[in-house]
């Protein structure tokens, strides 16, 4: 059974910085691409980053660019994103998610086939 | 604004068929690249439902179909069910902004 679990969130002041973490079972980890995502309260969602099977290639929305950090240790099976300078338009709900096939590694061909349950983010002062 | 359009609500009664657009512009849809879609009920994460513009994964009924055309793209829900009130989330690629993006989502009210 494919499992994500999300860990990490929590209250952060303006400006200040936090790091998600998504440990993964189930599936191969080191043959899939893999997503950071985001919802806002009562907003839809958004995609916030993407990191290619072997951590060699990322990508970022411009949203978030500069500010945040994919990476992923595939020896622990977990993925990363360090989240820096963090604005109150940064709270959400952050979800981590495997992309749907293993030849994809860019948002060009990207869908995600399982998310994990997701950790709340809230930056406020 | 959401790159790709959908309507914030549909309903249909039990049994109905209901349809969801998503419409794009020719950085995204229009320039051939795949649609998906997502159900998310209140409080959980999306699940896929339909990717590659109309396959379904496994587990997910034949009820539920997906189409594109041109600049736009479709959910179809057939035999509509209590159970299939929902938000939907549309998602493609825009090369404008070189990112993956979604629609702002529907609701669907089984009525």
């Known amino acids: 059974e494919v499992q994500l679990v999300e860990s990490g969130g929590g209250l952060v002041q303006p400006g200040g910085s936090l790091r998600l973490s998504c440990t993964i079972s189930g599936f191969t980890f080191d043959t899939y691409a893999m997503s950071w995502l985001r919802q806002a309260p009562g907003k839809g969602l958004e995609w916030v980053a993407l990191i290619s099977d072997d951590g060699g290639v990322t990508y970022f929305a411009d949203s978030v660019k500069g500010r945040f950090a994919i990476s992923r240790d595939n020896s622990e099976n977990t993925l990363f994103l360090q989240m820096n300078y963090l604005r109150a338009e940064d709270t959400a709900i952050y979800y981590c998610?495997?992309?749907?096939?293993?030849?994809?590694?860019?948002?060009?061909?990207?869908?995600?086939?399982?998310w994990g349950q997701g950790t709340r983010v809230t930056v406020s002062s | 604004q959401s790159v790709l359009t959908q309507p914030p609500s549909v309903s249909g009664a039990p049994g109905q068929r209901v349809t969801i657009s998503c419409t794009g512009g020719s950085s995204n849809i229009g320039a051939g690249y795949d649609v998906h879609w997502y159900q998310q009920f209140p409080g959980t994460a999306p699940k896929l439902l339909i990717y590659?513009?109309?396959n379904r994964p496994s587990g997910v009924p034949d009820r539920i179909s997906g189409s594109r055309s041109g600049t736009s793209a479709s959910l179809a829900i057939t035999g509509l069910q209590a159970e299939d009130e929902a938000d939907y989330y549309c998602q493609s690629f825009d090369s404008s902004l070189s990112a993956s993006v979604f629609g702002g989502g529907t609701k669907l009210t089984v009525l």
């Open positions: 998610a495997k992309l749907g096939n293993t030849y994809c590694d860019s948002p060009g061909c990207a869908n995600f086939d399982f």
């Open positions: 590659g513009n109309k």
